[in-house]
């Protein structure tokens, strides 16, 4: 498979932003704890099992009062102020994620780290096809965008570590900073001009 890089003008209100660090932290901070499955669990004292039972008396032992066994001062009681299961998605305003990836498609442009081919098509899902098709480019790390569900192209990309294969309305900040270069098919470049300059 050859790939043929091309030169296309490039819209400057997309490729051509200014860079804004504070807007590329948060989005990171904001995806990475969209991801967070937030199931960390401890039992209290009412979800131990067993301890039921008064362990002895109220009064006239000496000792002091108890009513359970799976108190929280007890080995093997219950624990007092754990984590529990909660949801630690948020969502930050759609102007600030928009500019986010505006900041971080020129700087790919800017860093010369972004590539535009024709067109991405294997003849099959082969890893060994994707990895010739990467090293006619000379890049080891990338993120590749294409404009469409493409088996093929994903499937040739899956056992590459430092690869991934996103379709347009996938494209977000942390994958554009994770990998080195962005190499966008023609017909990517055309859906993500339209959708970024509505």
């Given at each position: 498979m050859e790939v043929h890089v091309?030169?296309?003008?490039?819209?400057?209100?997309?490729?051509?932003?200014?860079?804004?660090?504070?807007?590329?932290?948060?989005t990171v901070v904001m995806q990475l704890a969209n991801r967070r499955s937030g199931s960390a669990a401890t039992?209290?004292?009412?979800?131990?099992?067993?301890?039921?039972?008064?362990?002895?008396?109220?009064k006239g032992t000496g000792r002091a009062r108890s009513g359970s066994t799976r108190s929280p001062i007890w080995v093997g009681g219950g624990t007092v102020f754990g984590p529990t299961p909660r949801d630690y998605?948020?969502?930050?305003?759609?102007?600030?994620?928009?500019?986010?990836?505006?900041?971080?498609?020129?700087?790919?442009?800017?860093?010369?780290?972004?590539?535009?081919?024709?067109?991405?098509?294997l003849e099959a899902a082969k890893t060994k096809i994707m990895v010739k098709a990467l090293a006619e480019l000379n890049v080891s790390s990338a993120l590749i965008v294409i404009p469409q569900a493409d088996s093929k192209v994903e499937r040739s990309a899956r056992n590459l570590p430092?690869?991934?294969?996103?379709?347009?309305?996938?494209?977000?900040?942390?994958?554009?900073?994770r990998y080195d270069h962005?190499?966008?098919?023609?017909g990517a470049l055309k859906l993500l001009e339209e959708r970024l300059a509505a």
């Open positions: 091309i030169k296309p003008t490039l819209n400057d209100a997309i490729f051509g932003a200014r860079t804004r660090p504070h807007l590329l932290h948060q039992k209290t004292k009412g979800f131990v099992r067993g301890g039921g039972k008064k362990p002895w008396k109220q998605s948020y969502r930050m305003p759609r102007t600030a994620r928009r500019e986010a990836l505006l900041s971080a498609l020129s700087m790919k442009s800017r860093e010369g780290k972004l590539i535009v081919v024709d067109k991405l098509e430092k690869v991934k294969v996103l379709r347009v309305e996938g494209l977000n900040v942390y994958d554009l900073l962005l190499i966008l098919t023609e």
